[in-house]
């Protein structure tokens, strides 16, 4: 599905909120977007058109995966990397081509009163070097009329291609796409093996994803919007503050600059904006480690689902509904949880009649079968999340996993009453 279909899809869904009148990309945008909450439509931000929240419920991310929203992990956790990615030679990004680049006409959206700049936040940054292809989203500090700086965490795909060309003194060609097909965006904000992005947006989509060559030999699929250039082997400036998924400010970082030398794009294209711990940014940081947790989890006991809670931050805190077979199961599922997802802080242990995706049914399991010197399992001094404020400054934390299970031989004590239907 294409990036335009699947707005006309929310549009025809009635789940598209529009604004018509002319909105500011400083501040008013993302306050307009935080209140939303749902998809929503800017059809004059500095008189271009920009969409928000586009992939940020459940519901959304369901639609595009053509799942019940019950059934999206057992749908990804099913999915390998394996689909067919076809070179084109015509693409419709390239209705426009401008050689002399200014980022400041594209509506980059400053976001909270901090920032360090207006950032680009659903670039996918597509770099190739030594035969090795890489996708993935990268927060990107608008620096200049021709230059953005980009956050690269260690030991991620782009930095360790970005370290291998730098060590050689060489460029490394990228191009950043704004605005393509849902799965695709999707796909690369997925742990999948290296240079698989597209074969495993193919495999989620059900039909080939095609890709074009940019000028600089990167090759990237059908976008409204692609920035073409090479990230600096040497040039660092300062990059941040930014908002993170908590909520809360990232530090101050040298980081690396990508030097834009060509922009191409659609006639009257749609700029995609991400809102900082808004709905999209948690679901694009938390979902794809949600399979994950499926997989490791279900190695060691019946495994039902799995969801990264928006309470916390759809990053440091899971609920893992599993069908009990032995005492042992439910730590054995915290250990697994943990080990399959080493930035969770805190996980909670659930039966099959609790609904994951309501707190209060989860809160009900903690109240009524957790025993606390029993049931609960505190592990300190490992690693944890950068992106934890509560963290140690050696990056190590105290994680804490809660069996809210039944005790199998006193399950008629925990039995919920139900009113059968007439």
Known sequence: ?????????????????????????????????????APIFFHNISGSKVIMNLLGSRDELASMLGVPKEEIIKRLSEVSPEGEVRLVSESPTL????????????????????????????GIVVSEYGGTINASIHRLMLAGKDKLAVRLVPPRHTYLLHKKAAEKGELLPVAIVLGCDPTIIYATSTRVPVGKEFEYAAALRGAPVELFECANGVKVPHAEIVLEGYIDPVEKIDEGPFVDITGTYDVIRKEPVIHITRVIHRKDPIYHGILPAGPEHLLMMGVPYEPRIY??????????????????????????QIEKQTEG??????????????????????????????????????????????DILIIPNVRGSSLDPRGAPDGTTTKVGIDATKVLIEKENFERAVIPEE
């Open 95 to 122: 209705e426009v081509i401008e050689d002399q680049v200014d980022l400041t006409k594209l509506p980059i959206l400053t976001h909270f009163e901090k920032d360090g700049a207006p950032y680009i936040t659903a």
């Open 329 to 374: 199961d439910g730590k054995n599922a915290i250990m697994a949880a943990f080990a399959a997802h080493t930035s969770l802080k805190h996980v909670v242990i659930v039966d099959e009649d609790i609904n994951i995706f309501d707190p209060n049914d989860v809160e009900f399991a903690i109240a009524t079968r957790v025993k606390g010197d029993v």
């Open 295 to 320: 997989r490791a989890v279900g190695e060691v006991t019946t495994v039902k689902n799995v969801v990264l809670t928006e309470g916390g931050c759809c990053y440091l805190h899971a609920v893992v």
């Open 1 to 37: 599905m294409t990036f335009r279909a699947f707005i006309d899809q929310l549009k025809e869904n009635g789940k598209l909120v529009e604004i018509f009148q002319s909105v500011s990309p400083r501040f008013e945008a993302s306050r307009i977007a935080r209140a939303a909450k």
